[in-house]
């Protein structure tokens, strides 16, 4: 079984120490990359992430500061503290823990964001550029997937990737991600969503399927080809009164289902989850690093 599994940890550990390298760099002329995170609530999954991204960032030199802010904060009390940030020269990335209490607050936070700042890859300016392939920050956890996929042997080149989910901050970034032509992409995309008629038709001519919509058993045994790889975003809770908590944590396919047929496949959790972090850090490292290159170039 092991030899089939995408092992996100350790895909995720070798990145980090080559962050570390570059953290130390740039150290060495004087600049430490900065995240800025703002935490609104107290939701203890967005509590839990929050801090697993701290300590990730503890762990490849980056410097971290932390904004909390009630459930109930004001829209301005939220932006103030967004503005702080992209104010400050320590700061190179933003990180904006979603979601926030109010949903309807989101979009205008996310615009509020100095693009040169924005390391989740959410705001229009980053996706715009996305979208056409230029140079951008890109969203974490499609690029994760991208590499993760590349780094393991299964390169989407000239693959017919099925992306199951339709989210903006998977789905359709990801499906965006795999059509451009460059070392991370170049493959052919179907998008599946809730308003397909039958999912399972499209998914068992997939050489690669991508699920991220966020309900258990979303992908089922029988929908996928033999030989696919298949990468599992989903985290979901289902109740088991076996475990202390009272649940465990499952994907959006039927892991016992499709390991006998898949070549490889991503487990939950472990699997997609710590390259949604890494790739915050290569992103706020790369920010680091690109103004140091504006100063160095005036």
């Known amino acids: 079984m092991d030899n089939k599994l995408l092992d996100g940890k350790a895909i ?29 609530g107290d939701d203890p ?18 410097h971290s500061e932390e904004v909390r802010l009630p459930a109930d904060a004001t829209r301005d009390m ?3 503290v967004v503005n702080q940030y992209n ?18 607050m989101e979009q205008d936070v996310i615009a ?21 392939g230029l140079p951008a920050y890109l969203p974490c956890t499609p690029h994760g997937i991208l ?27 990801l499906a965006n991600l795999l ?35 966020g309900r258990p058993n979303t992908i089922t045994g029988e929908m996928i080809p033999e030989g696919a790889v298949v990468i599992d975003v989903g985290v979901n809770r289902v109740e088991d009164a076996s475990k202390p908590r ?7 396919v039927d892991f016992d289902a499709a390991l006998p047929k898949v070549a490889a496949i991503t487990p939950v959790p472990g699997g997609v989850g710590p390259m949604t972090i890494t790739m915050l850090l290569y992103n706020t490292v790369l920010a680091a690093e690109q103004v140091l290159e504006r100063e160095t170039a005036s």
């Open 147 to 173: 590499h993760m996929l590349k780094r393991s042997g299964h390169s989407p080149a000239k693959k017919h990737v099925v992306v199951v989910g339709r989210s903006n901050i998977v789905g359709r970034p």
């Open 179 to 213: 059509t451009l032509k460059n070392a991370l992409g170049n493959a052919t995309v179907t998008l599946c969503h809730t308003g397909t008629p039958d999912i399972g038709v499209h998914t068992r001519q997939a050489d690669i399927i991508v699920a991220a919509a």
């Open 87 to 104: 104010s400050d020269p320590k700061i190179n990335g933003i990180l904006v823990q979603l979601p926030l209490p109010d949903g309807q």
């Open 246 to 252: 009272g649940y465990r944590l499952v994907g959006d």
């Open 112 to 132: 509020a964001i100095d693009p040169n700042k924005d390391v989740d890859g959410f705001t229009p300016v980053n996706i715009g550029r996305m979208q056409l």
């Open 78 to 80: 939220i932006l103030s």
């Open 12 to 40: 995720s550990a070798e990145m980090r120490e080559e962050l570390k390298v570059r953290v130390a760099a740039l150290k060495a002329k004087d600049v430490v990359p900065g995240l800025g995170v703002l935490l609104v």
């Open 45 to 62: 999954a967005s509590r839990s992430y929050v801090t697993a991204k701290e300590k990730a960032c503890e762990h490849v030199g980056i």
